[in-house]
């Protein structure tokens, strides 16, 4: 049985950091592609952030040089480092998995960046 469950979401202010887990079960993590999505009210759900299996990385432009993405195979934990964050940054924070084209998510971790 899949999980995915994510961590560390708050509440924080801007130009401050916060570190996001997500700790998986059910899945060869090793294998899988790992990414952080977010969503803001009213908005569609958007990618921030994938790493593959060989620790490749790529980030929307929106978050380029202030978050970064990686994973402890030993763990089966994807992380998400977000610095200099802004109230644009606000949502959501959903992880994700993939493999043979299969999708599993988790359930969210709120991040709030007060002005």
């Known amino acids: 049985q899949v999980q995915l469950v994510e961590s560390g979401g708050g509440l924080v202010q801007t130009g401050g950091s916060l570190r996001l887990s997500c700790a998986s079960s059910g899945i060869i993590f090793s294998i899988h592609v790992m990414g952080w999505y977010r969503q803001a009210p009213g908005k569609q759900r958007e990618l921030v952030a994938v790493i593959t299996s060989g620790a490749s990385t790529n980030y929307a432009d929106s978050v380029k040089d202030r978050f970064t993405i990686s994973r402890d195979n030993a763990k089966n934990t994807v992380y998400l480092q977000m610095n200099s964050l802004k109230p644009e940054d606000t949502g959501v924070y959903y992880c994700?998995?993939?493999?043979?084209?299969?999708?599993?998510w988790g359930q969210g971790t709120q991040v709030t960046v007060s002005s």
């Open positions: 994700n998995a993939q493999q043979f084209g299969l999708n599993y």
